[in-house]
């Protein structure tokens, strides 16, 4: 594994655990070049996914990107980085078992906010707003209107 400081190719495994209820591998890395530390993950990859975006463009699925749009709709909230870790891994699980390579950006972008909408009412109301590019505030009413709605079935 690469260091991502240095590049030195030659870095050492440290410590391996059991990571996202034994989904993958989180193992600590050490560079002997430079010192750096840093962590990285393995997991099983059942299929390589395509994205099918809104302008038909395809793109390879990148996990890491699902991550960090999920990250900055629960920047300044207090939610545990291991819960959208297990989100985005269920949400990945979920993709490859369907069966189908190409997947278009809007199936995945529902995943998403569900998955939001069960860790935190405040992320799941920001992606909404990016995801159905809202253009006024009536937009946000309805969401929260929706919000409300699960929580009367409830």
Do not use: W
């Not at 050492?12 to 050490?30: H, L, M, N």
């Not at 099918?52 to 793109?59: L, M, P, Q, Y």
């Not at 300044?76 to 949400?91: M, T």
């Not at 529902?110 to 992606?127: E, G, H, P, Q, T």
Request: net charge neutral; glycine share 6%; hydrophobic share 35%.
């Amino acid at each position: 594994m690469r260091c991502p400081y240095c590049q030195s190719e030659d870095t050492q495994v440290k410590d391996s655990r059991p990571a996202e209820d034994g989904a993958a591998i989180r193992r600590r890395r050490v560079c002997p070049v430079c010192g750096g530390r840093f962590t990285t993950f393995e997991r099983v990859q059942l299929r390589d996914l395509v994205v099918i975006k809104k302008s038909g463009r395809k793109v390879p699925f990148d996990r890491d990107k699902l991550l960090r749009s999920m990250e900055t709709a629960v920047r300044k909230r207090n939610v545990d980085p291991e819960l959208l870790e297990r989100a985005v891994s269920g949400i990945q699980r979920q993709l490859e078992s369907s069966g189908e390579i190409e997947i278009n950006s809007g199936d995945i972008g529902r995943l998403v906010m569900d998955a939001l909408k069960s860790i935190d009412d405040v992320a799941y109301v920001r992606f909404a707003s990016v995801y159905r590019n809202f253009r006024e505030a009536k937009d946000f009413h309805d969401v929260l209107g929706e919000l409300r709605g699960d929580e009367d079935e409830e």
